[in-house]
């Protein structure tokens, strides 16, 4: 079995964060691993609070994993303070495994999760470690400071965004209107297109942390890094489909629709 870390904040809602990572790994089939660098007290109506982990405790979570276990994929979503970011890139700079960056910036209900002196730590010492980092629309017009209004506007910001050093780019264009969902992948000069239509479903907490998750749960499996995308966007797609009431707000994906749907024959409503 693969071994899949993230490094991520708390979601105490359970529908994204170190929660949703964990159940995208369980769910493909590998070992998940967790550093907790925040903790949010949220629910399906949006974050009422967060307290960073100290970096002193990132930093023991993380020895304590690489001193024992091997790490065969990182995805790493909030990390919302400038000393954490430094010891994180100072911990990954030894792995030689991919690193899949999710760049968490602003939550769903617009609440901010990272801050600003972080946001440039996030671009300097993160960013060319990464394999691949998965910013959305809202998250790319931070990093490279102009709007994204179009695909053409996309694949501009993530050849603007590519001269900074890292590796490959996927934005995810589903802030853009339109009937189908576009997002894209910025590889080695070469655009590539991932095209859907647009599901009309409410409940969609969750979706950037588990499509970054699984990315790197495929990739930890041997699969390409387009095969590795093209399976994790199918996945989230099919979580989005099952997706489900929670609270009184924004419930989340079904991680483990396969498993209910062939399994559990009891109606539980």
């Given at each position: 079995m693969k071994h899949v870390?993230?490094?991520?904040?708390?979601?105490?809602?359970?529908?994204?964060?170190?929660?949703?990572?964990?159940?995208?790994?369980?769910?493909?089939g590998?070992?998940?691993?967790?550093?907790?660098?925040?903790?949010?007290?949220?629910n399906t109506l949006g974050v009422q609070a967060v307290e960073d982990v100290s970096p002193r405790l990132v930093e023991a979570q993380l020895t304590s994993i690489f001193s024992?276990?091997?790490?065969d994929a990182v995805k790493i979503g909030m990390v919302s303070n400038q000393e954490t970011i430094q010891i994180i890139a100072n911990q990954l700079k030894q792995c030689d495994a991919p690193i899949i960056l999710d760049p968490v910036m602003v939550a769903k209900g617009g609440h901010g999760l990272l801050r600003e002196d972080a946001e440039q730590a996030l671009l300097e010492h993160l960013l060319p470690l990464a394999t691949l980092v998965t910013p959305n629309i809202p998250e790319i017009e931070r990093m490279i400071g102009r709007t994204v209004q179009s695909l053409s506007d996309m694949k501009q910001a993530t050849?603007?965004?590519?001269?900074?050093?890292?590796?490959?780019?996927?934005?995810?264009g589903g802030h853009l209107d339109g009937q189908q969902a576009i997002d894209l992948l910025y590889t080695q000069g070469s655009h590539y297109v991932y095209?859907?239509?647009?599901?009309?479903?409410q409940h969609t907490h969750g979706?950037?942390?588990?499509?970054?998750?699984?990315?790197?749960?495929r990739l930890a499996q041997g699969d390409s890094?387009?095969?590795?995308?093209?399976?994790?966007?199918q996945y989230v797609t099919e979580a989005i489909r099952h997706g489900f009431s929670l609270g009184h707000g924004i419930g989340p994906t079904h991680?483990?629709?396969?498993?209910?749907?062939?399994?559990?024959?009891?109606?539980?409503?």
């Open positions: 870390l993230t490094i991520a904040g708390s979601d105490s809602g359970g529908g994204a964060g170190i929660q949703a990572d964990l159940k995208t790994f369980s769910a493909l590998v070992y998940g691993m967790s550093v907790i660098t925040a903790v949010t007290a949220q024992d276990i091997r790490v050849v603007e965004l590519a001269k900074r050093p890292g590796g490959a780019i996927l934005l995810k095209e859907q239509k647009r599901l009309n479903r979706t950037g942390c588990t499509l970054s998750a699984a990315i790197a749960a890094l387009y095969d590795s995308i093209m399976y994790a966007k991680h483990f629709y396969e498993l209910w749907r062939g399994n559990h024959v009891t109606d539980y409503s």
